[in-house]
């Protein structure tokens, strides 16, 4: 983790994160935090329900003196950014830059009745502008020659943007993230075995419904086409590792006929299993 001291009241964090965990506590002042997840997801806990960012969202949280933030990061790894902006120092800051800016302590105060009116955090949704202010911080040769520029710049259009709203998402309580979690493992874990939604949502207790929305929002797509390419992922290892015969690698991973298996892999893949093996 890395922690740079732009100016006063401002500074940019870098954290390059594995693990389940993240955490941060706000030892000494209030701050204002702006979280950028540059890669992977993160989620926290909002009383029952886990809440997450992906990549290229952003994570607006107002920090209390010796309050921790904890997240989880379901993908085993991920990286951020994040301003953390000191409400009081942030005054004496502003005084300092040019008049032409129209940057005042205001500023703060509008971002917070903007975004953290109804609760003490605010999930904004990847857009291109978005994207755009961030991209030349992913470089870390940047950090400090354009980090106090792309902080005013982020400052200025949060507080004046119309179109970006809290993300009006689904989210779930943790109960059922948990269950669609050990489904999924269930699924890994016996890829010669194939399941109905229907027998794995009233094995676990769960509606139908929510199974696939939920898993869709764990993993990203559907439970077919998630399993689907995780058949034809381990397959690919195998065929790298092992001198198994290609009918066996399809019989492991969950494929009757080897002809289906090879027209499943190549429409993934774009070639036969018998070409990957030969790379």
């Not at 401002?10 to 389940?20: D, E, P, Q």
């Not at 540059?38 to 997450?52: N, P």
């Not at 381990?234 to 006929?257: F, H, P, Q, W």
């Amino acid at each position: 983790m890395e922690n740079i001291v732009l100016a006063e009241g401002m500074n940019l964090l870098y954290a390059r994160l594995h693990g389940k965990h993240f955490s941060y506590r706000e030892k000494e002042t209030r701050n204002l935090a702006i979280f950028y997840c540059l890669q992977g997801r993160m989620e926290w806990l909002d009383g029952d329900c886990i809440c997450s960012i992906e990549m290229g969202d952003l994570w607006i949280k107002e920090l209390e003196v010796e309050e921790e933030i904890d997240f989880r990061l379901p993908l085993g790894s991920g990286k951020t950014l994040a301003y953390f902006l000191n409400i009081e120092n942030m005054e004496t800051f502003f005084k300092h830059l040019p008049e032409e800016l129209s940057l005042s302590g205001d500023c703060i105060k509008d971002i917070r009745g903007q975004f953290l009116k109804k609760k003490s955090w605010a999930h904004i949704k990847t857009n291109e502008t978005i994207r755009a202010i961030w991209q030349p911080l992913k470089d870390q040769n940047h950090w400090k020659s354009l980090g106090m520029l792309k902080c005013l710049e982020l400052l200025v259009y949060l507080r004046h943007t119309h179109q970006v709203e809290e993300t009006k998402k689904k989210y779930f309580y943790r109960g059922q993230i948990e269950k669609v979690k050990g489904i999924h493992d269930q699924l890994v874990g016996h890829l010669g075995q194939r399941f109905t939604i229907e027998k794995l949502a009233r094995e676990n207790d769960i509606s139908m419904t929510t199974l696939k929305d939920c898993f869709k929002y764990l993993f990203g797509a559907p439970i077919d086409t998630y399993m689907r390419r995780y058949r034809i992922h381990m397959a690919c290892e195998r065929l790298k590792n092992t001198k198994d015969a290609i009918a066996d690698i399809a019989e492991e991973v969950g494929y009757e006929s080897p002809s289906r298996f090879s027209a499943a892999f190549k429409r993934i893949v774009g070639m036969k299993p018998s070409e990957y093996r030969k790379q």
